[in-house]
């Protein structure tokens, strides 16, 4: 049997590393950098806010009272009443449809500007025309305008960098405690 320079402890000491390394990649990858938006959720919808939203070139849903989600182009606000075309919501602003009012959402970096642009509109009616919609303003009973959290992002990223700097910590600290062991 050929001898081998590592003892035993030094293997598991590997093992120990490696296990820690994986944990610490997964974790960066999972977890950490997340940005995070709210709802902000109203639950009348004031013309003057509708149109600033409209001139900012938001982006408009509509969720219909029978489950039914349309985007909302050419809108105008005019006597109390929102109006425009009904189109096929495209695949961009099909991903953050129907969060619970007042809670923080992580949302994914690349899909962040398109979530910060939208207008989420609840309406009491059923969809009848799948090509126009115009209805009063008091038919909207819910509104989410979608804004950064960036308290929470921000609290995510320091998080993040500490996280990491302690798991390297960690990591130099097993490498080198396995270093010794190998040693004595």
């Not at 950064?148 to 921000?154: E, F, L, P, S």
Request: hydrophobic share 40%; aromatic share 10%; glycine share 4%.
């Amino acid at each position: 049997m050929k001898p081998t320079n590592q003892c035993p402890t030094s293997l598991a000491w590997q093992k120990i590393r490696n296990t820690v390394a994986l944990l610490v990649v997964v974790l960066v990858f999972t977890g950490c950098f997340r940005h995070y938006f709210k709802t902000n959720t109203q639950t009348t919808a004031d013309p003057t806010i509708l149109d600033s939203f409209q001139k900012s070139k938001k982006y408009f849903i509509v969720h219909f009272s029978d489950g039914n989600i349309f985007g909302l182009d050419n809108v105008s606000i005019t006597n109390d009443k929102i109006e425009g075309n009904l189109v096929i919501l495209p695949d961009e602003h099909n991903k953050y449809l129907d969060p619970a009012a007042d809670i923080t959402y992580p949302v994914k970096k690349k899909h962040k500007s398109t979530v910060l642009m939208e207008v989420h509109l609840y309406i009491t009616n059923s969809l009848s025309d799948t090509s126009r919609l115009s209805v009063p303003l008091i038919s909207v009973n819910r509104l989410d305008v979608y804004t950064n959290n960036a308290k929470r992002t921000r609290a995510n990223h320091i998080f993040s960098v500490v996280g990491i700097v302690a798991g390297a910590v960690f990591i130099t600290f097993v490498i080198l405690i396995s270093q010794v062991g190998y040693y004595y």
